[in-house]
């Protein structure tokens, strides 16, 4: 009994001190996020080399159906207005299609008919700053920044006897816009809008001759529920689109280093967070 009692008393120490200190206003502060759901293809275009094909993926390449999607996230909050927010996205769709016309990558003819495999991975690091401009008020957040967006993408073309291939690969640096609003409806419910977004000519951003103009926009609608204090569930509504047009002078071949790629997609995900 008495080994019991000093348990509880235990118990109710570390509840204590546990409350106490999430009651009050701490920092650094960190915050884990992770997404799970689905993403649908409204539209998908791809073109390498200028008398390449305009492939329509989502037309012709079996990216009509859904796919499995995660987002996960590491926010700090150095302070009552700035945070820092590291991000994965893993982005990899692959189909298998039997082609409805002549397939043309890079000079490479894939005739009517093939079975191809096709692999369209894209996914991107981003590093986000955050700056606070109504941390006094209880209601609503509104904050804004900038990030630094690292794409790793890996795009390829394969027929499935293995006789026809061809592959692109690039991984380079994006500067982005970044905005996020949230509505606090009471100490519960909440909804928020985020944006990550730009457009412009690559050349001028990176300083180099290429005469690329890319563009990039991550949406997002938010919908949350305070489960208990330190952590969070939400439902989130994302469209993420974007691409580039343009020639690449570094190109090493095969093909002139043009390329056209534009998409836009749309997830739906579940989510939770939880503040350390």
């Given at each position: 009994?008495?080994i019991?009692k000093?348990?509880i008393?235990i118990?109710?120490?570390c509840l204590t001190?546990?409350t106490?200190?999430h009651?009050?206003e701490?920092?650094?502060?960190?915050?884990?996020?992770?997404?799970?759901g689905?993403?649908g293809?409204?539209?998908h275009?791809?073109?390498?080399s200028?008398d390449?094909t305009?492939?329509?993926?989502?037309e012709e390449?079996?990216?009509?159906?859904?796919?499995?999607?995660s987002r996960?996230?590491l926010e700090l909050d150095?302070?009552?207005?700035?945070?820092?927010i590291?991000?994965?996205?893993p982005?990899?769709?692959?189909?298998?299609e039997?082609?409805e016309d002549?397939?043309?990558?890079?000079?490479?003819?894939?005739p009517?008919g093939?079975?191809?495999?096709?692999?369209?991975?894209?996914p991107?690091?981003r590093?986000?700053?955050?700056?606070?401009?109504l941390?006094?008020?209880?209601?609503?957040?509104?904050g804004v920044g900038?990030?630094?967006?690292?794409r790793n993408?890996t795009?390829?073309?394969?027929?499935?006897d293995g006789?026809?291939?061809?592959?692109e690969?690039?991984?380079?640096?994006?500067p982005v816009?970044?905005?996020r609003?949230?509505?606090?409806?009471?100490?519960k419910?909440w909804?928020?809008l985020?944006?990550d977004?730009?457009y412009?000519?690559i050349s001028?951003?990176?300083?180099?001759?290429e005469?690329?103009?890319?563009?990039?926009?991550?949406?997002s609608?938010?919908m949350g529920?305070?489960l208990t204090?330190?952590a969070?569930?939400?439902?989130n509504l994302r469209?993420?689109g974007?691409g580039?047009?343009?020639t690449?002078?570094?190109?090493?071949?095969?093909?002139?280093?043009?390329?056209?790629n534009?998409?836009h997609?749309?997830?739906?995900t579940?989510g939770?967070s939880?503040?350390?």
């Amino acid at each position: 009994m008495m080994i019991m009692k000093r348990l509880i008393c235990i118990i109710i120490m570390c509840l204590t001190v546990f409350t106490i200190a999430h009651s009050q206003e701490t920092y650094p502060r960190l915050k884990t996020v992770a997404e799970l759901g689905y993403l649908g293809v409204l539209s998908h275009k791809i073109q390498f080399s200028k008398d390449g094909t305009y492939f329509p993926y989502h037309e012709e390449g079996g990216q009509d159906v859904l796919f499995a999607t995660s987002r996960f996230s590491l926010e700090l909050d150095l302070d009552s207005k700035s945070t820092l927010i590291f991000l994965y996205q893993p982005l990899l769709i692959e189909t298998r299609e039997i082609l409805e016309d002549d397939l043309i990558v890079n000079g490479l003819v894939f005739p009517m008919g093939t079975p191809v495999k096709f692999t369209y991975g894209f996914p991107f690091y981003r590093l986000s700053y955050l700056r606070e401009l109504l941390a006094a008020n209880d209601d609503w957040d509104l904050g804004v920044g900038f990030s630094l967006q690292i794409r790793n993408a890996t795009i390829s073309f394969e027929s499935l006897d293995g006789e026809l291939f061809r592959t692109e690969r690039d991984v380079g640096p994006v500067p982005v816009l970044k905005i996020r609003v949230a509505r606090y409806f009471s100490d519960k419910y909440w909804v928020a809008l985020e944006g990550d977004g730009i457009y412009a000519p690559i050349s001028y951003l990176n300083g180099s001759n290429e005469e690329i103009t890319g563009a990039i926009l991550d949406a997002s609608l938010r919908m949350g529920i305070t489960l208990t204090e330190p952590a969070k569930a939400f439902f989130n509504l994302r469209y993420l689109g974007g691409g580039a047009v343009g020639t690449s002078e570094d190109d090493q071949g095969p093909g002139d280093g043009y390329v056209k790629n534009w998409l836009h997609f749309l997830t739906a995900t579940v989510g939770f967070s939880f503040e350390i």
